[in-house]
């Protein structure tokens, strides 16, 4: 039996808001919104995360986040919208299954990002750079 939250929503053993649903994906919003309109986009298909997502299926769900942003921005009349992915427990996926997050985002709603720290110096840069270059 499959134990994945999202799958159960998709199934409609668990409720959900949903706002779109198609052949291939589901969206649904959020139960613990960071603003009213918060949205979850799944495929229908359990991909544990963007790592194991077929490139054909990225392809289509990008252009469906696009088509949900305008919706959500529209409805909720929202002044900008967040696009989030998180990936593997330190990024702070807590279900493993491919979600986007789409966040509709007000002037002075109070949600802030996370801080950014600079590089030591140019040379670690260069290194870091360098690292990710040939891991391609």
């Known amino acids: 039996m499959n134990k994945c939250v999202f799958c159960k929503i998709i199934k409609k053993e668990i409720s959900s808001d949903i706002i779109y649903k198609d052949k291939n994906f589901f969206a649904f919003l959020d139960i613990n919104p960071v603003n009213y309109g918060h949205a979850l986009l799944v495929p229908k298909t359990h991909y544990k995360n963007l790592y194991a997502l077929p490139d054909e299926v ?11 942003a305008v919706a959500i921005k ?22 493993p299954h491919v979600h986007f ?13 996370w801080r950014g720290k600079p590089y030591a110096n140019k040379e670690e840069a260069v290194k870091i750079a360098e690292k990710i270059r040939t891991s391609f």
């Open 58 to 68: 990225l392809s289509e769900i990008a252009l469906l986040i696009k088509k949900m």
């Open 74 to 95: 529209k409805g909720v009349k929202a002044d900008g919208i967040n696009i989030g992915m998180n990936n593997d427990g330190a990024a702070g996926q807590i279900v």
């Open 101 to 113: 997050h789409i966040i509709p985002r007000f002037i002075d709603d109070g949600f802030r990002h």
